[in-house]
């Protein structure tokens, strides 16, 4: 049998598509965004038996968690909107929305949204790193739903 | 016009700093007429790509070549610690509502390819804008 070509490759599409909101609006993009990305976890029970060599699973949900690192801007504005700057158990948690487009320019348009519910950081690096080094601060977050 | 305007501001710190004319250009080598002061003129501007997501080009590095021209040794001396009192004094500054950070480059005798007289006590450096 021979071989099938595959499709033509979309090459070009890197992180300045990407835009970043923080509330329920996607009107103000941060604009110190370093990083961000994110993982999703398929949390599953394995059952097991004797007599039997096969695993049982039962998926019981899904964990989204990430890391998020911003510049330090002339204010720490976005610092404070994503709450990330001083963090307390009573933190109130975030909607995130992430915006996929297909240019980078303005007059592209959005290929994927992805909303992150109850956007909470749940651990915070800061401070001014070494000497002569740009500051950012460095967060990794929680989230109970991506969709 | 973000060029000429961090130019203004580093020919305005120069003739304050060091006390001297700043002419911005190059002195022309193969004259004789080089008059004691500082020159300025753009060496580069550095697009710096991916800073961070959502964007390309964030902004542009640039740098400016600054050579200061004395009338003899002793005072070529002198302007150096002015030049060493100005790189420790001029670290940031906000031009246009921006805010900017200087760097700058070894202070270096300057180049003189055509043995000219007046350029035989000049140090010249360059200064980084980010």
Redesign the interface.
């Known amino acids: 049998m021979t071989k099938v070509a595959p499709p033509a490759f979309a090459a070009g599409h ?3 598509q ?3 909101f923080v509330g329920a609006t996607t009107t103000t ?8 990305n994110w993982v999703q976890d398929v949390v599953t029970d394995e059952v097991m038996r004797v007599s039997d060599s096969q695993t049982y699973y039962t998926d019981k949900g899904i964990k989204v968690s990430g890391s998020l690192e911003l ?1 330090q801007g ?1 204010t720490s504005a976005e610092v404070t909107a994503v709450g990330g700057k001083i963090l307390t158990v009573a933190d109130t948690p975030k909607t995130l929305i992430a915006v996929f487009h297909d240019a ?1 320019a303005t007059s592209g348009s959005v290929v994927d949204t992805y909303t992150f519910t109850d956007f909470r950081i749940t651990q915070t690096t800061a401070g001014p790193r070494e000497g002569q080094s740009a500051t950012y601060w460095a967060f990794t977050w929680r989230a109970t739903l991506l969709s | 016009m973000t060029t000429k305007a961090i130019g203004d501001w580093l020919d305005a710190t120069i003739e304050s700093d060091l006390s001297v004319t700043c002419k911005l250009g190059w002195p022309a080598f193969d004259r004789p007429d080089i008059a004691a002061g500082a020159y300025l003129r753009l060496r580069q501007s550095d697009p710096v790509y991916g800073e961070r997501i959502s964007a390309s080009v964030d902004r542009f590095a640039k740098a400016f070549d600054v050579l200061v021209v004395t009338a003899n040794e002793v005072a070529l001396w002198a302007m150096n610690d002015l030049l060493e009192a100005m790189i420790r004094a001029r670290t940031a500054a906000s031009i246009g509502g921006t805010g900017y950070r200087f760097t700058f480059a070894a202070i270096e005798r300057a180049e003189n390819p055509y043995e000219s007289d007046a350029l035989r006590y000049a140090v010249q450096t360059t200064v980084f804008v980010r």
């Open positions: 890197d992180a300045s990407w835009l970043i993009p941060l604009g110190q965004v370093k990083t961000f510049w002339a980078e």
